[in-house]
Structures are given as structure tokens and as C-alpha cells.
């Protein structure tokens, strides 16, 4: 008897979990998953909060570094800053001309203000660029022109054919550049067909195009690298200088040509002229030496076939020539500063319109840039309850202009 007592309490006793058991235990794992998912959720959320908002201070950084390392190199072309010519005084020149339009004298036309090499200005701006459907928020534009001397290749000898009737002594058509270090072999690497180019000394600087390919003209064992400077020849429709040639009588200012006597301890045959070595030594200044500040369409945007606009801020990207700098930029402007009467006057600071209407584009000294940016992806605020948008982040920064001369 005792024995089957001890059987039944056995099996009492392995009967395991109740319903009401059960039921609890599933509610507690309920409450415990529902936490986990809550936390998952928020945590989700408030690290793209932090990815947006790194994402804005990243581009805040990289745009305002580039925008002062271009600001702060305006008007420089090598050893000496801008000055306009006056009668024999030295200053930056151009031959360059464009055939996009022909005048009704069949001669190429000239270089107009507001167009990249258009070299009256340092410093341009557009107040809201054309409503052509390239920017559909119509905002600011700027252009920086100088030299960048960390692309200077110095000139080893050049071409002088002294023609008094075609005057092509003046602008030789074909240099030998001194490409021994590596550094200026490197420069001369990104020398492309069609590109501008800045040739100076310390007297003057020209603008000129490239018409050869300066990759097929190298000689590393002597280390030198040509470059051609052929007129009426032009860069074709779709490349970044399309229209764009070397044209003689476009010269302006006439005055400007810094290297008509210069070859250091070389004579070329079949080229005359004296020497002058006294001279100093003229440097070709690779790069575009004009670079263009813009909102455009991203690339993501051209991807999805969304354009750039106030419903889509998302898709603009700031752009420094066709370089796309950083998504998410939607607005730009541009304020400029300067002090009329020659600097005596008190500081003000305008639109490019009233630059332009007061005619103080060489008196501008510095630039008060406001930039709106925005994290491209939605992020909710507030963790998982709060709404999703885009992050956004308005910063103005005052950018000086250091080689900006007054007149």
C-alpha cells in the first residue's frame, strides 16, 4: 500500500507546466520582446539621426575648405597678383576667342563677362542663375580665377618665329616644358587636349589653349614635355571649353605676353631673336585656373530621374565646376563685401547685382556665404514615435579674399 502511495505522488509530480502557467510565461516573453524590438527600433532611429547629422557636418567641412583654398588663391597668377593693364604696366591677358558665334564680319566673336576666362573680374557672381531646367532653385553662383601655383611646370624653351606680318613671335606656338622632378612630371600628366592654360613670369601671364595631346608629346628620358599652342583651332561642342580657340587679335590686354624673349641657354634652329635671360622664368600653370561654384541636379537624382526642386532638396548637390562636391546642398548664396573709394569707405556687403551696378567686382575683399544642407536620407526625430524627415543645417561663414586688390 505504501508502495502505490509513492507511484501516485511520482506521477503527480511529473505532470509538468499548467495552462495558467503557460499563459504567463508567454505574456512575460511577449513584454520582453516587445522591449527588445522598442529598443532595436530607437536605437535604429537615433543612429540615423547621428549618421545625418555627421553626414552635414562632414560636407560642412570639405565645401568651406575648398570654397577658402579657392577664395584665398583669387587673383594670384604666380609670383605677382592681378593688376589690369594701364598703358606698359604688366597684368594677365588672353588670346583666347570663341567661334560659337560668328559676327557679320565672319570674325570670331569675343570673350563676354559672366563666361569662365573672362578675365576683366577675379571674382563673379550671378544672383539666382537662369531658369533654363539646370537649376530649378535658381541659386547663387560664384567664380574664383587664378593660378594655382602648386600645378606650375617652369618652361624649358620655346619656339620664337619672328614674323612681322603674322606676329607669332609673340605667342609661341609650341613649348618645351622641364619635366626632370617627378612632381612636375606628375603636373604634366593632367594636361589635357583643349584645356586652358596660364603661361607667367613675374612681368605678366596669358591665357592659352592646348591643341596638341600632351601625353603623345613626351620625351621622359630628357625630360621634357610639349605643348602646342596652334591658332584657330578649337575645342569641339561638348567638351568643358567647347568653342573655345587661341585667336591673336582676341589678345586683351595687348600688353600681356610674358615669355616673347626667354630661353634659357637653348637656341632653337630656325627661330631668331636675342635672348634675354635676365628675364624671370616663365611657368605654365596647369588646372582650369577658373572654377565655378553651383546648385545642380546630383548624380543620384540623374540616376532615379528626380529632379533637383523644393519637393526634392534631397537630389541638389553643390557642384565646383562638373565636380560633384557634396549631396544634399539645397541653397547657396553669396553675399559680397567690399569698402567703396579705394578702400576708404565704410564696409558693405550686396547681391552680385549691386556689385555689379556699383562696378566693384576688383574692390570685392571678402564673401559672406550662406549654405543650407540636408542629411539626404529621412531620419525621425523624437526616436521611433517621431516624425520622419530630412535633417537640415544652415551655416554662414565670412571668406576672405586675400590677392583682391582695390582700384
Known amino acids: 500500500m505504501k508502495t502505490n502511495d509513492k507511484r501516485i505522488m511520482s506521477i503527480r509530480n511529473e505532470q509538468g ?6 499563459m504567463i510565461s508567454v505574456v512575460i516573453g511577449a513584454f520582453i520582446l516587445g522591449g527588445v524590438f522598442q529598443l532595436h527600433a530607437t536605437s535604429r532611429a537615433n543612429s540615423m539621426v547621428g549618421e545625418g547629422t555627421s553626414r552635414i557636418q562632414e560636407n560642412v567641412r570639405y565645401i568651406f575648405s575648398q570654397i577658402e583654398d579657392d577664395a584665398s588663391q583669387t587673383g594670384n ?32 566673336v569675343a570673350i563676354e563677362k559672366g563666361h569662365r576666362y573672362f578675365l576683366d573680374d577675379m571674382i563673379y557672381g550671378t544672383d539666382g542663375a537662369v531658369d533654363d531646367g539646370s537649376d530649378p532653385m535658381a541659386q547663387d553662383e560664384v567664380v574664383f580665377r587664378y593660378a594655382s601655383r602648386a600645378a606650375a611646370i617652369p618652361v624649358d624653351s620655346y619656339k620664337v618665329c619672328p614674323d612681322p606680318d603674322t606676329k607669332d613671335e609673340v605667342f609661341p606656338q609650341e613649348i618645351e616644358l ?36 600632351p601625353s603623345a608629346d613626351i620625351d621622359i628620358e630628357a625630360g621634357i ?19 573655345l580657340g587661341n585667336e591673336y ?24 631673336g636675342s635672348n634675354d635671360s635676365s628675364r624671370a622664368r616663365p611657368y605654365l600653370y596647369a ?42 546642398v539645397e541653397q547657396f548664396q553669396v553675399a559680397y563685401g567690399w569698402q567703396p573709394d579705394g ?11 549691386a556689385v555689379e551696378a556699383a562696378g566693384a567686382w576688383n574692390d570685392v575683399d571678402r564673401l559672406r556665404i550662406t549654405v543650407t ?22 551655416i554662414t561663414r565670412t571668406i576672405a579674399i586675400r590677392n583682391q586688390i582695390q582700384n
Do not use: W
Open 178 to 213: 622641364d619635366i626632370s622632378a617627378l612632381a612636375d612630371r606628375n603636373t604634366y600628366g593632367t594636361l589635357d587636349q583643349y584645356e586652358v592654360a596660364l603661361i607667367g613670369d613675374c612681368r605678366a601671364a596669358v591665357y592659352m589653349m592646348i591643341t596638341n595631346d
Open 249 to 272: 587679335e582676341g589678345l586683351d590686354p595687348p600688353n600681356s605676353s610674358p615669355i616673347e624673349r626667354y630661353t634659357p641657354g637653348v637656341e632653337i634652329p630656325g627661330c631668331g
Open 343 to 353: 578702400g576708404g569707405g565704410t564696409l558693405m556687403f550686396g547681391t552680385a547685382d
Open 373 to 394: 544642407l540636408n542629411s539626404v536620407e529621412n531620419a525621425k526625430l523624437g526616436g521611433d514615435s517621431g516624425s520622419s524627415r530630412l535633417l537640415t543645417k544652415t
Open 225 to 243: 614635355g610639349t605643348v602646342k599652342f596652334e591658332f584657330n583651332t578649337y575645342a569641339p561642342e561638348g567638351h568643358y571649353n567647347e568653342f
Open 77 to 108: 597668377f604666380g609670383c605677382f597678383a592681378q593688376t589690369f593693364v594701364v598703358g606698359s604696366r604688366p597684368g594677365v591677358g588672353s588670346i583666347l576667342g570663341s567661334n560659337k558665334a560668328i559676327g557679320s564680319d565672319g570674325e570670331t
Open 287 to 328: 588646372g582650369r585656373s577658373a572654377y565655378t561654384y553651383s546648385i545642380k541636379q546630383s548624380a543620384a537624382g540623374k540616376e532615379l530621374g528626380v529632379n533637383c526642386s523644393d519637393e526634392h532638396p534631397e537630389y541638389c548637390a553643390l557642384f565646383r565646376d562638373s565636380e560633384e562636391m557634396a549631396e544634399g
Open 17 to 22: 507546466l499548467g495552462l495558467i502557467e503557460l
